[in-house]
């Protein structure tokens, strides 16, 4: 297989070159039998896509020590539902979960500790190595991460404090009951053609009203950042966004000029009355990008703001290099795995979810070999964090747990 002699994986930043990361990453690959002596095959570095005007921006020493940075994510249960009904991404929109009339005080007692267990594997942990790649990769002195949620429990506590994660309790920025249309409130619920996640998706906005930071790196949690970005963020944008393969705008990835008036100004613009129409879209400005995912929530909006609102004040990057989502666009680039800024496991199995052997089991000659590099990048300092970073019980509790 093509990917098989090109992937690279020297995790140089999951335990410096030649070091534990990088035997760990050998000790991967060498046991599914696919490691080669050629990691470098890649001789070509042809690449279209340049992100020349970000780098012209790098950062100065002023900047790096005062302004201060936020990566956050967002995973939201809906309310008053357990914690194991929580959306991870916009792809996958949460399940429904059975009723249940009558539980004893013992089995709802195991549930919650259940349902805490779940929240922890399904969006803290991938939070936590989500968060350490950027802290891996950044110079910036003065980053907080933020993970805005609703009604953690106590293990999803202990390892936000454990990867250094401030939790910010946060309401539904769009509730159900602020939606002025009922036609509208019919289209969003979730797992509709045009709802994405529903609802849910809109918490993405919150971000935009902590003016406390300089900028706000919005991310979604099946990410992993794979090189320094400091560039972006003295960029003169209040927007910095990419594109998705379905949709002019991913929600998953943006870098923003926090502003509270801002805010306020979405919130108005979704709830109000004939907002959106399947038929024309946002404000009747056709639905953007020829493909409908999200687009009655957090995507269409924002391709609706970004075209019609923020015109002069966001920019588009190359989602080749900044949300790398490994689909058939970015296989027709000749990329390096050195290339990628940001990998999101969209397209690509989410090693969050998915053990390397049946990653392995699963690969056919058209397993893009980007996919499997980042794959396995996710994998080695996973593990590397869960030596080097986390309490034994939450160690203990992750080794037993998360598909290895």
Request: proline fraction near 6%; glycine fraction near 6%.
């Amino acid at each position: 297989m093509m990917w098989r002699a090109r992937c690279l994986c020297c995790c140089r930043w999951c335990g410096g070159g030649g070091g534990g990361g990088s035997t760990l990453a050998r000790r991967w690959l060498a046991s599914a039998g696919i490691f080669s002596l050629v990691l470098l095959v890649l001789s070509t570095t042809t690449i279209t896509l340049s992100s020349a005007h970000a780098q012209q921006h790098e950062p100065t020493q002023e900047q790096l020590r005062s302004m201060r940075i936020a990566v956050t994510t967002v995973a939201m249960p809906p309310l008053d539902t357990p914690r194991d009904t929580l959306a991870t991404t916009r792809e996958q929109p949460p399940q429904a979960q059975p009723s249940s009339s009558s539980h004893s005080n013992n089995s709802s007692s195991n549930r919650n500790n259940n349902d805490d267990d779940a929240a922890v594997l399904k969006y803290a942990w991938p939070a936590c190595v989500l968060f350490q790649s950027f802290h891996r990769n950044t110079n910036f002195h003065n980053v907080d991460y933020l993970l805005i949620t609703r009604n953690p429990g106590p293990q999803t506590l202990a390892l936000a404090a454990a990867c250094n994660i401030t939790i910010r309790h946060r309401r539904p920025a769009i509730p159900l009951e602020a939606v002025q249309d009922p036609e509208y409130k019919r289209l969003v619920q979730p797992g509709g053609q045009y709802a994405g996640i529903g609802l849910m998706d809109f918490d993405f906005l919150w971000p935009w009203s902590f003016e406390e930071y300089d900028r706000v790196l919005i991310l979604d949690v099946d990410m992993l950042v794979m090189n320094n970005i400091d560039h972006l963020f003295v960029l003169p944008s209040h927007l910095l966004f990419t594109n998705g393969m379905f949709s002019s705008v991913n929600g998953g990835f943006q870098l923003i000029q926090p502003s509270m008036s801002i805010f306020k100004q979405m919130q108005a613009l979704i709830t109000a009355p004939r907002a959106f129409r399947p038929e024309t879209g946002w404000y009747r400005t056709g639905l953007q990008h020829g493909r409908t995912h999200g687009a009655a929530t957090l995507q269409g909006f924002l391709t609706y703001f970004v075209r019609h609102v923020f015109r002069d004040k966001a920019q588009e990057l190359p989602r080749a290099l900044y949300n790398c989502q490994f689909d058939a666009e970015i296989e027709a680039l000749a990329l390096l795995c050195d290339h990628i800024y940001l990998a999101h496991f969209t397209a690509c199995p989410k090693p969050m979810q998915v053990s390397a052997s049946t990653f392995i089991q699963q690969a056919t000659a058209h397993t893009h070999h980007l996919c499997a590099c980042a794959f396995f990048y996710y994998k080695t300092f996973q593990i590397h964090l869960i030596r080097t970073l986390l309490p034994d019980d939450l160690a203990a509790l992750l080794r037993n747990t998360i598909p290895r």
